[in-house]
């Protein structure tokens, strides 16, 4: 069974940093690109970043580019999502998905089949 668990969220100062995470069991990560999203309260669900399946290839969405990296340790089974100089806007629940970037400019969530619980972000003084 495919699962994904995330981790590393919690509550940062704005211009703060935090390191999200992505686990993966149940499957071999490495033959998948790896999406994160993010849901605000009475917002749909919006994609932040995408890697493909290589990691050669990245995307994001413009609100976070410059201040966000995505990465992923194929030999941990693991994805990551560095995210710097975070501001208010940015405070959401963060999912990690299995799937494939696509060609838009960020991931859209209907090309990801594999999700993980979520984790709470809030960037707040």
């Known amino acids: 069974q495919l699962q994904l668990a995330e981790s590393g969220g919690g509550l940062v100062q704005p211009g703060g940093s935090l390191r999200l995470s992505c686990a993966a069991s149940?499957?071999?990560?490495?033959?998948?690109?790896i999406g994160w999203f993010r849901q605000a309260p009475g917002k749909e669900r919006e994609g932040v970043s995408c890697?493909?399946?290589?990691?050669?290839?990245?995307n994001y969405a413009d609100s976070v580019k410059g201040r966000f990296t995505i990465s992923r340790d194929n030999a941990k089974n693991t994805a990551y999502l560095q995210m710097n100089a975070l501001e208010p806007e940015d405070t959401a629940v963060y999912y990690c998905?299995?799937?494939?970037?696509?060609?838009?400019?960020?991931?859209?969530?209907?090309?990801?089949?594999?999700w993980g619980q979520g984790t709470q972000v809030t960037v707040s003084s």
């Open positions: 149940g499957f071999t990560l490495h033959y998948y690109a």
């Open positions: 890697i493909s399946s290589s990691g050669g290839s990245t």
């Open positions: 998905a299995a799937g494939w970037c696509g060609s838009g400019s960020s991931p859209s969530p209907a090309d990801f089949g594999s």
